[in-house]
């Protein structure tokens, strides 16, 4: 992966601007150490990090067509690039690379925007036309690599992070406040939302055309599971298993395509032991590297199923050792990294994890996002099972429950994560009273945030996988846990559940036997049990959570002290003073724990808020 900024004059007038696009570039030099480079046209410009993967030699960016008309810059990887390149040379094109990138460009000159739908990668992308003074900027159908944009003055700036965009002048810092009432309420942002009013995340499966001065978001895909009634293939469960277990096999060779060592992250768990052993069948006898974390708190610790994982592996296995401590020492940066406030600090653990990776010299890293959402493995699942979506409503705020449910989702039977009505109490409780005077303005529940006619007349399994790859997996977990924390470190996370062929195969594959009966994941399992230990296999889903702001309070940490302080909340006017000062006073008790499945750990959205304000100097709340 790399980084990338971009510049383009709508009207078409004015020269670019040299020097901030050199500091916006430079900026995501941690996305790209290995070199950089630019593209300078009529009005428009482009500026590149390249983290050196694939064609370490030939392949640095910007990248051309033959006669330098067309220009691209890509952060991510086009995994079927070798079919793509044999196609197109068959028609004429030629090659002056061996990178991946490089067929975006001719793929650009055949289809337009159209060449998404030949596309399996991951990647945020930005492709010049300067005889047709169009721009195109498109984003993977999962979100795996973000892609941030905004329109000043007629210019439309655009980057990989949205640091980079703050490094030009005419970009304004301010609080986006539906952005912070996402992350209150949602595992976190979605796009396309940011923390940053005016600036915009182009949603998972878009695109955004730009030319003759107008600009136009686009979707390209989505995931459409089939509706209740429509009529089953009825093949047998061992078809399922046997396709499954063939394009698994498939995605980690393609996300093993590299020249560079790639290695994986071992959490102890199904999906990453699954991912490892598939490593080490499909490229036998090739030195790799995994890596985990290890905790002292025997409660939390996976130690024992990492060992039972890397025993039956020849990997060279780094274990790093993780104290709460470092949570403190390495929150600043993760909120630097992540450019929103967070209700957790794992995101500690996964900056922990890079820089070994780094240390270590493995800049490409195989993981297990996605297995969860696409078969059915949280908790939510079963819940839903058990009925425990529904109930009687017979009380105003049941009734009243239901009127948001149908509201947000389409349909008042839907419960995903909360109470959303009983929440919208707690917001207007938690937030200053000036804010929360204006909760109606920007309240994220009076914004669409999901295709609602996705989730109509869809199995409730589907349902909730739909609205988990909507709000957890691609800003949360894939952004911001994952392509913002390994870049940190200047490394490329990938992620073979993640494929295009396998989601549109999980799609196809009855609800039944994604959670059978209370068994979650049931087919993939059927799928792990030749590669993996039962032990692992079986074993309960394990949820971890690092510890929050209560063991922060606890230890006394004097800056986390002050970013909690009365007079700093006041000051900044954005958080209820008098109900932080409860909340600190509760916290700080010796011993007192948050439920990591029930409670939001408020105090910890303050805390890292705060920091996100110092950092990018936002201002407070007038």
């Known amino acids: 992966m790399c980084g990338f900024v971009g510049y383009l004059d709508l009207r078409g007038e004015r020269d670019v601007d040299r020097e901030a696009l050199a500091r916006m570039t430079g900026r995501l030099v941690h996305r790209g150490p290995d070199s950089d480079g630019y593209f300078f046209g009529n009005a428009a410009a482009l500026g590149f990090r390249r983290l050196s993967i694939?064609?370490?030699?030939?392949?640095?960016?910007?990248?051309?067509?033959?006669?330098?008309?067309?220009?691209?810059?890509?952060?991510?990887?086009?995994?079927?690039?070798?079919?793509?390149?044999s196609e197109l040379v068959s028609k004429g094109h030629r090659f002056v690379s061996r990178s991946d990138v490089e067929v975006l460009v001719h793929l650009y000159e055949e289809s337009g925007p159209g060449l998404l739908d030949r596309l399996n990668g991951q990647f945020a992308f930005a492709v010049y036309d300067s005889r047709q003074r169009e721009l195109l900027l498109a984003r993977d159908?999962?979100?795996?690599?973000?892609?941030?944009?905004?329109?000043?003055?007629?210019?439309?700036?655009?980057?990989?992070?949205?640091?980079?965009?703050?490094?030009?002048?005419?970009?304004?810092?301010?609080?986006?406040?539906?952005?912070?009432?996402?992350?209150?309420?949602?595992?976190?942002?979605?796009?396309?939302?940011?923390?940053?009013?005016?600036?915009?995340?182009?949603?998972?499966?878009?695109y955004l055309r730009a030319a003759r001065g107008t600009v136009e978001v686009r979707e390209y895909w989505d995931l459409v599971y089939p509706e209740i009634g429509e009529p089953a293939d009825g093949r047998p469960e061992s078809y399922y298993k046997d396709r499954l277990a063939e394009i698994l096999s498939r995605s980690v060779e393609y996300r093993l395509q590299a020249d560079v060592p790639a290695g994986c992250y071992l959490s102890g768990g199904m999906d990453s032991?699954?991912?490892?052993?598939?490593?080490?069948?499909?490229?036998?006898?090739?030195?790799?590297?995994?890596?985990?974390?290890?905790?002292?708190?025997?409660?939390?610790?996976?130690?024992?199923?990492?060992?039972?994982?890397?025993?039956?592996?020849?990997?060279?296995?780094?274990?790093?050792?993780?104290?709460?401590?470092?949570?403190?020492?390495r929150l600043p940066?993760?909120?630097?990294?992540?450019?929103?406030?967070?209700?957790?600090?794992?995101?500690?653990?996964?900056?922990?994890?890079?820089?070994?990776?780094?240390?270590?010299?493995?800049?490409?890293?195989?993981?297990?996002?996605?297995?969860?959402?696409?078969?059915?493995?949280?908790?939510?699942?079963?819940?839903?099972?058990?009925?425990?979506?529904?109930?009687?409503?017979?009380?105003?705020?049941?009734?009243?429950?239901?009127?948001?449910?149908?509201?947000?989702?389409?349909?008042?039977?839907?419960?995903?994560?909360?109470?959303?009505?009983?929440?919208?109490?707690?917001?207007?409780?938690?937030?200053?009273?000036?804010?929360?005077?204006?909760l109606g303005e920007f309240d994220c529940y009076n914004f669409d945030l999901v295709n609602r006619e996705r989730l109509r007349n869809r199995d409730y399994i589907h349902q909730r996988s739909y609205l988990d790859f909507k709000l957890r997996l691609a800003d949360h977990l894939l952004s911001d846990h994952g392509d913002k924390m390994l870049l940190a470190h200047s490394i490329e996370g990938r992620y073979p559940f993640l494929d295009v062929e396998l989601v549109d195969f999980a799609r196809q594959i009855p609800p039944q036997l994604k959670l059978k009966g209370f068994d979650e994941k049931y087919i993939l399992k059927q799928v792990a049990l030749d590669l993996v230990p039962r032990q692992i296999v079986e074993r309960e889903k394990f949820g971890f959570r690092a510890p929050g702001s209560p063991y922060l309070l606890q230890q006394g940490i004097e800056w986390v002290r002050d970013l909690l302080s009365r007079d700093r909340v006041e000051r900044q006017g954005y958080f209820n003073a008098d109900v932080v000062e409860r909340l600190k006073s509760r916290y700080s008790q010796p011993g007192f724990t948050l439920n990591p499945h029930l409670d939001v750990d408020l105090l910890m959205i303050v805390l890292t808020f705060n920091l996100l304000l110092d950092r990018f100097g936002l201002p407070d709340c007038n």
């Open 333 to 438: 940066e993760m909120v630097y990294h992540c450019e929103c406030p967070v209700k957790e600090t794992f995101n500690t653990c996964a900056l922990a994890l890079s820089e070994a990776a780094r240390r270590a010299g493995v800049p490409v890293i195989l993981a297990g996002q996605g297995a969860d959402e696409l078969f059915a493995g949280y908790m939510g699942y079963r819940f839903d099972r058990l009925g425990l979506r529904n109930g009687e409503r017979d009380g105003l705020d049941d009734l009243l429950e239901a009127e948001l449910r149908e509201q947000l989702w389409g349909d008042a039977d839907i419960f995903y994560e909360m109470d959303y009505h009983a929440f919208r109490e707690t917001k207007l409780a938690f937030y200053s009273p000036a804010v929360a005077e204006s």
């Open 273 to 329: 032991s699954l991912v490892a052993a598939l490593i080490e069948r499909v490229s036998p006898g090739v030195p790799r590297h995994s890596f985990s974390v290890a905790f002292a708190d025997g409660e939390i610790s996976e130690v024992r199923y990492q060992k039972i994982m890397t025993e039956r592996l020849s990997n060279q296995h780094h274990e790093i050792f993780f104290d709460w401590s470092a949570i403190a020492e």
């Open 141 to 206: 159908p999962f979100g795996i690599n973000p892609l941030y944009y905004t329109v000043v003055d007629g210019i439309l700036l655009f980057g990989s992070e949205i640091k980079a965009l703050l490094e030009h002048p005419g970009v304004p810092r301010q609080v986006d406040l539906t952005g912070l009432d996402q992350v209150l309420s949602f595992p976190g942002v979605v796009s396309p939302r940011t923390m940053f009013k005016g600036i915009q995340s182009l949603p998972p499966g878009h």
């Open 54 to 85: 694939i064609d370490l030699e030939t392949g640095d960016q910007p990248l051309y067509n033959e006669d330098r008309s067309v220009v691209v810059v890509c952060n991510g990887e086009i995994y079927n690039y070798r079919e793509l390149r």
